[in-house]
């Protein structure tokens, strides 16, 4: 085990992607996170993963999500200060990305 990927996707892809990785019999733990610009729910998946199939692993990740179109539900005080005294309290559409993803290097592993 010398890699962790933490994905963090959209709710709406996390259970395909659950399952595209049991089939590809790679371990992952789901949380269930929130983004901090949005405030709405995500999941996020920590894989514990060898060097050789990070690769693999980020490909299943590519083709289970997509990106999508939201409206923030709660704009935030930064968003109405941008959008001036007319825009306050709109809705603004953002791009949610399919998935945030990083690779990191792992020290040690241990099950016990
Ligand atoms: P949120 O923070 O809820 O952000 C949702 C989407 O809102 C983002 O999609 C982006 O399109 C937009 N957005 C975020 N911050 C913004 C800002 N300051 N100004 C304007 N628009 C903004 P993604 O970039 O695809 O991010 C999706 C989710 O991935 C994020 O949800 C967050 O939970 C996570 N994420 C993204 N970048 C991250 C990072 N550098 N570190 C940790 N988590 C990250």
Redo the contacts with the bound molecule.
Sequence with gaps: MTKVIMA???DKDASLLSSAFIDANVRATKLS????????G?S?FIIGIDDERVDEVLKIIKDNCQ?RE?F?STPTI??DAAAGDAGAGAP?E???????V?VLPVDAFYRY
Excluded: C
Excluded at 33 to 40: C, I
């Design positions: 963090i996707v959209q996170t929130t983004g901090g610009f949005l405030r709405s995500n996020t990106s939201e923030t930064a968003i603004i953002v791009t949610v990305g399919g998935a945030t990083f």
